[in-house]
């Protein structure tokens, strides 16, 4: 297969790769089958299209796409991966997905590189990542915004995720954080296909604003963190974040529920110090809150490519025909990720030479 040349560096931080053991699985655990045409989806509402099963064909769609390279990511689906997909134990499945990502990288050097996934809540998979960041196998960590579902679901600001905040920022690495399959309000949302429209963006608002209210970015202020789907439900609601933040039951004696007083500056504020985002959208007017509410240099490509069988070229046109200025064009599309990932570091091979 002749691999086509990326007339410009595109480096996509959102990118699903499931390689053929993992197919494998899905067809041993998840109901998938490899005899019948694709798309399928299993009653999970997990869908099985070929651009995410089929590894020559998507990383072809890429190459076509004017993607030069891609960071590869499970999306910080630990428990569904553990529980339903690998069957096994949560540092056994963090396991088979690095051999499986690592096998990826190897097979396409130029052209992918990893991240370290992790369990936000299992403080005993730092163990797991700590060689992968260390060795500079890994250019971020993985996670998902939530775990667990309905009333035993858990978010981002348990002080069982204090050990990840405090290793990232020691390692200053980026936790990059992405919804989980099953999402807040899921039983709602099964419906209409809701989960994947409406629910994982929810999911990802409410684990965002928890960190913030509950003072995450005052404990640790040098962590970094992303948040895809260009910040989720987060910019039409951050000046209501700001507002709650600042009323917080002022001059009310007895407030019934707990006051919002932890965090020291107003949630607005962390998306210009701590917050990153992509742009897997896709939408200019979802792009230009992004900018507005974080700045050109905290927003990174991402396309969500994989089991979004959308091709990356939608994203790519979006950004150019949004964004006027050619330098912010590459900031978003390279530099960003070039310098937050430090790929120079991480993954060479993925460095352009002008770069």
Request: glycine share 6%.
């Amino acid at each position: 297969m002749t691999q086509s040349k990326a007339t410009r560096s595109i480096i996509d931080t959102h990118r699903h790769i499931f390689g053929p053991k993992l197919r494998q699985k899905f067809v041993e655990n998840i109901g998938f089958d490899d005899s019948k045409p694709l798309p399928q989806a299993n009653a999970g509402e997990m869908f099985f299209y070929r651009e995410s099963v089929d590894v020559d064909y998507s990383m072809e769609i890429q190459r076509k796409s004017g993607v030069s390279s891609c960071v590869n990511s499970y999306g910080g689906e630990i428990e569904t991966f553990a529980q339903h997909i690998i069957q096994a134990s949560t540092v056994d499945t963090l396991k088979f997905l690095h051999d499986e990502s690592f096998e990826l990288r190897d097979r396409f050097p130029d052209e992918v590189a990893c991240m370290a996934n992790a369990h936000a809540l299992e403080e005993n998979t730092r163990d797991v990542i700590d060689p992968l960041i260390s060795r500079k196998e890994a250019c971020c960590i993985s996670i998902s915004t939530s775990y667990g579902a309905g009333a035993a679901q858990v978010f981002l600001d348990s002080p069982k995720a204090e050990w990840l905040w405090e290793y990232a920022q020691d390692k200053d690495v980026l936790v990059h954080i992405h919804p989980p399959l099953v999402s807040i309000g899921a039983a709602a949302m099964q419906q209409y296909r809701l989960i994947e429209a409406l629910g994982r963006p929810f999911d990802t608002a409410l684990s965002a604003a928890r960190m913030i209210y509950s003072g995450v970015f005052d404990r640790y202020p040098k962590l970094k963190v992303l948040f895809v789907h260009m910040g989720g439900a987060l910019a039409p609601v951050i000046c209501r974040l700001d507002w709650n933040w600042e009323l917080n039951y002022k001059n009310i004696q007895n407030p019934p529920i707990q006051k919002v007083d932890k965090n020291l500056r107003k949630p607005s504020e962390y998306f210009k110090s701590n917050i990153y985002v992509d742009t897997m959208g896709p939408s200019a007017v979802g792009l230009k809150a992004m900018i507005e509410m974080c700045g050109v240099d905290r927003v990174l490509f991402g396309t969500d490519f994989g089991p979004v069988p959308m091709s990356p070229k939608l994203h790519i046109d979006l950004i150019d025909d949004t964004i006027t200025d050619a330098g912010d064009r590459t900031k978003i599309f390279s530099t960003n990720t070039l310098a937050l990932l430090r790929l120079a570091e991480n993954a060479p091979r993925l460095v352009p030479r002008a770069a």
